[in-house]
């Protein structure tokens, strides 16, 4: 049960990113409902088993000692990359907006990723195998397969 949770989970990530997004056909409303959905499993299913936000790695007491690692880590790759791309003449400087709507973005998308791949995705495996190898190397299968149309990511 825990492995076809985790898998059902990623086929539905797989199949949006896969068959949805890029069919541009998909009406506004779907995507930020989807984004609610596949969060509101996890949780549900977490909860179900007895886990909190705790056992999913959301905790709060560490967020000060874990934003001074992050953050200046972030901000020297984020030089990096805007470097490499002046020098491949690959950057294409955008409005403003656009700039902060896709920084916000991301700033959200990746917590969620981070949960939904470590805080479910691997902890279910994890349970469900029993050690952690096996658990990584699928949870990186199914994380890449969600990436796969999307290989910058």
């Known amino acids: 049960m825990l492995v076809a949770e985790a898998v059902l989970v990623a086929a539905a990530i797989v199949a949006y990113t896969?068959?949805?997004?890029?069919?541009?056909r998909v009406p506004g409303w779907v995507g930020p409902t989807f984004f609610v959905g596949i969060l509101l499993v996890p949780i549900v299913l977490a909860?179900?088993?007895?886990?909190?936000?705790?056992?999913?790695?959301?905790?709060?007491?560490?967020?000060?000692?874990?934003?001074r690692t992050v953050v200046p880590t972030t901000l020297v790759l984020l030089v990096v990359v805007a470097l490499v791309g002046l020098a491949l003449g690959s950057?294409?400087?955008?409005?403003?907006?656009?700039?902060?709507?896709?920084?916000?973005?991301y700033l959200l998308y990746g917590p969620v990723q981070q949960?939904?791949?470590?805080?479910?995705?691997?902890?279910r495996l994890h349970q469900a195998?029993?050690?952690?190898?096996?658990?990584?190397?699928?949870?990186?299968l199914l994380f890449g397969a969600a990436h796969a149309p999307n290989v910058p990511l």
């Open 47 to 67: 909860r179900w088993h007895g886990d909190g936000p705790r056992e999913m790695g959301v905790r709060v007491d560490n967020l000060g000692d874990a934003l």
């Open 91 to 105: 950057w294409h400087v955008d409005a403003p907006h656009r700039v902060l709507k896709r920084v916000g973005r």
């Open 129 to 140: 195998f029993g050690r952690a190898l096996p658990a990584a190397l699928l949870a990186g």
């Open 115 to 123: 949960l939904l791949l470590c805080g479910f995705l691997f902890r």
């Open 18 to 24: 896969n068959l949805a997004l890029p069919s541009h």
